[in-house]
């Protein structure tokens, strides 16, 4: 069973910046395509961004532009470079393979964009 750590959340200030990672157990990491998802208070979970294991992403369009998705299979670690942040991208961040598997979610991370 692959596990997925998160972490890199944090309180961060509107416009500011923040590096997400995600690290992941196991060395099948590298032939699957991987997601970033988070889920805001009272709201359902959402796809933030997805690379392929090629290396292909695509992101969702309430981020494009800000947030950069990438990964490292020597490391088996994804990231998530999140710029020009906004109040309304407050949320718990997850990752998770691309599509998600429903018995690999992590614990995710916390990130809160607040002045």
């Known amino acids: 069973q692959v596990q997925f750590v998160e972490s890199g959340g944090g309180l961060v200030q509107p416009g500011g910046s923040l590096r997400l990672s995600c690290a992941a157990n196991g060395n099948i990491f590298s032939f699957y395509a991987m997601g970033w998802y988070r889920q805001a208070p009272g709201k359902q979970r959402e796809l933030v961004a997805h690379i392929t294991s090629g290396g292909r992403i695509n992101s969702a369009d309430s981020v494009k532009g800000r947030f950069t998705i990438s990964r490292d299979n020597a490391k088996n670690t994804v990231y998530l470079q999140m710029d020009s942040l906004k109040p309304e991208d407050t949320a718990v961040y997850y990752c998770?393979?691309?599509?998600?598997?429903?018995?690999?979610w992590g614990q995710g991370t916390q990130v809160t964009v607040s002045s």
């Open positions: 998770n393979f691309y599509p998600p598997g429903p018995r690999s």
